[in-house]
């Protein structure tokens, strides 16, 4: 596995839209699920969002749905999270990670998770 690198992130007002990336090698994107998971300040790490292996199903938590969309992104050969209508409570440092399944946990669980990367800051903020 290669160790997942974030990108993106940054500050934008209420409503705004964002999208930040995760890159890893190829082979990891075509067999393997990305998961994106979120950490506030004082807060317990979230899932967010989780694409499997080859793109054909993805995970998104409740908070989330209906404005947050993940993608392989063919041409950067990386997996985006696409963030629309973004409110304060979407602040936090959010990290991608990866491990050596193909499904995703249908309840945004870490567990299994085994590569992290460092996490890119979004911060939703007039």
């Known amino acids: 596995q290669v160790q997942p690198v974030e990108s993106g992130g940054g500050l934008v007002q209420p409503g705004g839209s964002l999208t930040i990336s995760c890159a890893t090698s190829?082979?990891?994107?075509?067999?393997?699920?990305i998961g994106w998971f979120r950490q506030a300040p004082g807060k317990e790490r979230e899932g967010v969002s989780c694409?499997?292996?080859?793109?054909?199903?993805?995970y998104y938590a409740d908070s989330v749905r209906g404005r947050f969309t993940i993608f392989r992104n063919a041409g950067k050969n990386t997996i985006d999270l696409q963030m629309n209508n973004l409110k304060p409570d979407d602040t936090g440092v959010y990290y991608c990670?990866?491990?050596?399944?193909?499904?995703?946990?249908?309840?945004?669980?870490?567990?299994?998770?085994?590569?992290w990367g460092r996490g890119t800051q979004v911060t939703v903020s007039s």
């Open positions: 990670a990866t491990d050596w399944n193909f499904y995703c946990s249908g309840d945004g669980s870490s567990d299994g998770y085994e590569y």
């Open positions: 190829s082979r990891t994107l075509d067999y393997y699920r």
């Open positions: 694409i499997s292996g080859h793109g054909g199903s993805t």
